[in-house]
């Protein structure tokens, strides 16, 4: 198994969340999902929006998107210290995990995903909806200040993702100035956020989330899902239904098939080069179970 399976990533998806907790509350993720800021969160199809040319022959494809080429070479930090993704839905802000791809070994190609045009109207929206998730990292810069507000330890540090510390009180739809999911370089009470991460829990499909097409989301419900024990994420997607009772958690692919998310790379110390919406920001590196910068093991 991979080591990072261990906690699985974004694990973050404390699915655990709704699992039991949101049941209750799955109608009101209604497509009603509008922000708080920034005015109406309409996603508009990618179909209807003309792709840009400028893609390279040699791309290729995760989830209808190309993936350019050259921009994961396995040389960032974040390959490095994880030359394998712990889950299909870590990569490239497609939506692995979901029934279209129930592989838990098939990640599909890391790096940057073929961005499509976004609308005027939209790009307002959206100006608006990043400048409310940018305030978000001025409110909570270290891990201390986010469990001062409720947020409590779903996933100990994992390269690529970051540690999460997550809010079950806010799945229920997508504001884009109250992630559900902090980001942090480590689990200690000053380490620093890194980026944000928006769990949703949507009974009708990804939630009206970012304004324009390209933020993918995705989920992570491939061989059962993660393996959960109470809040935490205890093993990853290519863990058996068996494994994960015999250490005390338990997979529910039901449930997990109403959990969505999204990354978003706001932290202006962090440049992931993959993208504001990417699955996984290159630039973090480090050990699991560690900080983005202990020595790569």
Known sequence: MNPRSSLSLRSVTVLAFAVALIAGCSSSASKSSGASSGGSTTNPSAATAKPKAAVTANSS?????KVLTQTATGKSPCEKASPTPASPGEV???SGGS???????SHGPRGELQQLPVSAADQKVLTEQMAAAKSVVAEYPTVASAEKAGYLESTVYVPCIGAHFTNLG??????????SELLYDGTKPDSHIVGLSYLVWHPDGPPRGFAGPND??????????????????VGGEAM??????????QKSAK????????????VPAWKCSWGV???????????TGGTASSPIK
């Open 92 to 94: 490239g802000n497609g």
């Open 61 to 65: 494809t995760f989830y209808g998107r």
């Open 170 to 179: 806010l799945v229920d739809q997508f504001d884009p100035a109250r992630p």
């Open 240 to 249: 058996s239904p068996k494994t994960c009772e015999l250490i005390g958690g």
């Open 277 to 287: 919406f990417a699955g996984e920001c290159p630039a973090l590196g480090g050990t």
């Open 99 to 105: 029934s279209s791809n129930d592989d838990p070994d």
């Open 216 to 233: 993918v989301w995705h989920q992570h419900n491939a061989n059962g899902g993660l393996c959960l024990r109470g809040g935490s994420v």
């Open 255 to 266: 449930l997990m098939a109403n959990a969505w998310m999204v990354h978003a790379w706001v």
